[in-house]
């Protein structure tokens, strides 16, 4: 193991998770949703109520992969004014409260626009785990891997069941953290139950050598969660977190949070499930 990769705040969060028996969570929110001090309270009641890791996401003015309640929020975000260096207050916010790895989900474009290595640097310095990349493969990826190294920070690419060997390997390879498997092709959004692919992709980075994957795209309730922990790391939850805090603001993200993590023991399970 390289010294990098014992320093992910991301691996510790699902290794600890881990070593309690059970999946990581993690929980997505848009930032500057409906503002940046709403966003900071409700990453906070996600971690006070058992979420391990957050991930916090930047609105993009074209999010291709999100569905209708992201999308609204993130317009929402957008109107009500915010800018992306705005994100960092966010990250430092829930950070400064609480234990949880926070990440950042954002389109490659805001990053390169304001500098690869200038945003790497407020990350790190925000007290940010690293960044989840939907729309940066590993080929195209050299700069963020001289920056990650460079400020610590975790780099987190997605697979899919339409990937390809190579692509898994390359991907695993290229991670450091976990490994984003996405459970179906097309927009997130909750669903009413989980796609089977998911066990797959799963598997396949594991055989690539993926020592934490977790699932992302689809989970919305406590039983689909428990379906994910039997056999990945870790379980991330979006769109049901994002339509809480719209409906209720963050005392429903509080109480979903805390339901959504019943689902996450793994015991029970044989040594190979596990």
Not at 45 to 51: I, Q
Not at 220 to 231: D, G, K, T, W
Not at 254 to 266: F, M, P, V
């Amino acid at each position: 193991m390289t010294t990098a990769q014992t320093t992910s705040k991301s691996a510790a969060a699902i290794d600890k998770a881990r070593a309690e028996g059970r999946a990581a969570l993690i929980g997505y929110l848009p930032a500057g949703y409906p503002r940046v001090e709403d966003t900071i309270a409700a990453g906070i009641a996600l971690a006070e109520n058992g979420a391990d890791l957050i991930e916090i996401g930047i609105p993009y003015s074209d999010p291709v992969m999100d569905g209708q309640v992201i999308q609204a929020a993130t317009t929402e975000a957008l109107a009500n004014g915010f800018t992306v260096s705005q994100v960092f207050d966010v990250v430092q916010g829930i950070t400064s409260s609480t234990d949880a790895a926070v990440l950042v989900m954002t389109y490659w474009n805001p990053v390169v626009r304001m500098g690869v290595d200038e945003f790497s640097r407020r990350l790190a310095e925000a007290g940010g785990a690293g960044l989840i990349t939907p729309d940066l493969i590993p080929d195209e990826a050299s700069e963020w891997m001289e920056a990650s190294d460079k400020y610590g920070l975790d780099r987190v690419f997605l697979v899919a069941p339409s990937s390809t060997p190579e692509r898994m390997q390359r991907t695993v390879d290229a991670s450091r953290g976990f490994v984003y498997a996405v459970s179906i092709m097309g927009v997130t959004g909750a669903r009413t139950s989980v796609s089977t692919a998911a066990k797959d992709v799963v598997a396949a980075a594991h055989a690539a050598g993926a020592d934490r994957v977790c699932v992302g795209l689809g989970v919305s309730n406590a039983s689909q969660v428990r379906e994910i922990a039997a056999y990945a790391e870790g379980v991330i939850v979006g769109t049901a977190l994002v339509a809480a805090i719209r409906d209720g603001g963050v005392d429903a993200v509080a109480a979903l949070t805390k339901d959504l993590s019943t689902g996450l023991s793994r015991s029970g399970l044989t040594e190979e499930e596990a």
